[in-house]
């Protein structure tokens, strides 16, 4: 059974600064792996899509990385800003028709 | 729609009573998820639906759960003799297979 960890579960850094969260997954057999970002009391928003043949995505200040071997990503935001201040997911897929399995997330706070 | 829509957005109810919650997902997305968020809980599965496959009701928690997708587009989730602990955000997804996958906002469901 698959299973996600995303560590750590909560991180507050001061405003401009680089950061990385991290996403382990147990079955190295994905299809692909997707972060999201969920705002309090909101759904999650799809931030980057990796492919399993792919090794990063980006998208603005963002990047995702995937090594599929070693069961990891990261994803990595550049010059935090307090409106970054959100929950991260990360989730993968087994195949291309099977349900995503999410991690529990790390809750980001950006301090200006 | 622009976006997966999700009704009610808010729903209050006495246990023992019935609710549904409805899902439009993206027009044309084949695939269609129903997840539960607990408070301070990750994503849980609950069923999904991909094309005219029979749906994978693996995550459904109990026999009093169970969904509907009608004419492979609007969704229902119907929750029988509703309990304390069936309170939790219900969220929904689409996707056009084997891409990304896009959330509706979320229906809060409180049992009293």
């Known amino acids: 059974k698959q299973e996600v960890t995303q560590i750590p579960a909560a991180l507050s850094v001061p405003e401009g600064e680089n950061l990385v969260l991290n996403c382990s997954f147990t079955?190295?057999?994905?299809?692909?792996l997707q972060w999201f970002r969920q705002d309090p009391g909101k759904g999650l928003t799809s931030l980057l899509l990796i492919q399993s043949s792919q090794r990063e995505q980006t998208s603005g200040r963002l990047n995702a990385s995937l090594d599929k071997s070693s069961g990891r990503s990261t994803l990595y935001i550049a010059a935090s800003q307090p409106g970054d201040s959100a929950t991260y997911l990360c989730?993968?897929?087994?195949?291309?028709?099977?349900?995503?399995?999410f991690g529990k997330g790390t809750r980001l706070s950006v301090i200006a | 729609g622009a976006g997966v829509s999700q009704s009610p957005s808010n729903k209050v109810t006495e246990k023992g009573k019935d609710v549904e919650l409805r899902c439009d997902p993206i027009?044309?997305?084949?695939?269609l998820y129903w997840y539960r968020q607990s408070l301070g809980q990750g994503l849980e599965f609950l069923i999904y639906f991909q094309g005219n496959s029979a749906p994978d009701k693996s995550g459904l928690p109990s026999d009093r759960f169970s969904a509907e997708r009608t004419g492979g587009s609007v969704s229902t989730l119907t929750i029988q003799r509703t309990q304390q602990e069936d309170s939790a955000v219900y969220l929904c997804?689409?996707?056009?297979?084997?891409?990304?996958?896009?959330f509706g906002q979320g229906t809060r469901l409180t049992v009293v």
């Open positions: 997804a689409s996707s056009l297979v084997p891409v990304e996958a896009f």
């Open positions: 027009s044309g997305h084949t695939a």
């Open positions: 079955d190295s057999a994905i299809y692909n």
């Open positions: 989730a993968v897929a087994r195949s291309g028709n099977t349900p995503l399995v």
